[in-house]
């Protein structure tokens, strides 16, 4: 697959599914900034074939190589995340945190974190697993939150809430996201998921409903 038919792929995804961390990444201007938090490998490869005229900066607690040289790749310590996140200097038009809070040993102290680092107008886009999931059945590929061994915190979208000042817009808060569209396009491969007892990427968490979804702009 060429490069220009995966950047087509990812607009297009974004159109049809507007509630997306890929619909925020190509909606930051040329030059803008985007800090992301728990980035991994994909989000590293993704982000540059979506929106090259940016500066990015991905944290995980591993290195992800990147011969970009407007993206920059930071290790942080994962028993003190925020830290690596409160070193920056630099503000930011949209943050990430897709999957990662879950993660860390101190979520509530790392969203402080991005908070803070977001300039006037920017987005934060945070994905994380619904708090209903810890009551789904088991699949490979993970539906139910306690099947990750790497899931430390379950995520309470409202203690999130409470983080929120005045300075700050909530866009979407959603404990369980999804919709119609998903709900019944993934009706027959929902059958297909639940004879193989295997999750099937990109359409299972969203016929279930696996991810909360909280997007926040800064004043």
Same mark, same amino acid.
């Given at each position: 697959m060429k490069i220009t038919d995966i950047n087509f792929y990812y607009v297009l995804k974004s159109f049809l599914f507007p509630i997306s961390k890929e619909r925020f990444i190509i909606n930051v201007p040329k030059g803008g900034r985007i800090l992301d938090v728990g980035c991994g490998n994909n989000s590293v490869k993704i982000t540059s074939l979506i929106n090259k005229y940016i500066f990015y900066t991905g944290i995980d607690i591993i290195n992800h190589q990147s011969d970009d040289p407007n993206f920059e790749i930071l290790v942080g310590d994962k028993n003190n995340f925020s830290n690596a996140i409160n070193n920056l200097n630099s503000k930011y038009d949209l943050i990430v945190s897709s999957h990662n809070l879950e993660h860390c040993y101190d979520p509530y102290g790392v969203f402080l974190s991005m908070l803070d680092k977001l300039q006037s107008n920017g987005i934060m886009y945070v994905a994380t697993p619904s708090y209903l999931s810890i009551n789904y059945p088991t699949r490979d590929g993970v539906l139910n939150f306690s099947q990750d061994p790497t899931h430390i915190n379950l995520i309470s979208l409202n203690n999130l809430k409470r983080l929120i000042t005045s300075d700050y817009e909530i866009i +979407?808060? &959603?404990? *369980? $996201? *999804? &919709? /119609?569209? $998903?709900? !019944?396009? @993934?009706?027959?491969?929902? /059958?297909?998921? +639940? %004879? +193989?007892?295997? !999750?099937i990427p @990109?359409?299972?968490?969203?016929?279930?409903? /696996?991810? %909360?979804i909280f997007i926040i702009r800064k004043n």
């Open positions: +979407l808060f &959603n404990k *369980r $996201y *999804r &919709n /119609f569209f $998903y709900i !019944v396009f @993934g009706i027959p491969f929902e /059958f297909i998921s +639940l %004879a +193989l007892k295997k !999750v @990109g359409i299972t968490w969203k016929f279930w409903g /696996f991810e %909360a």
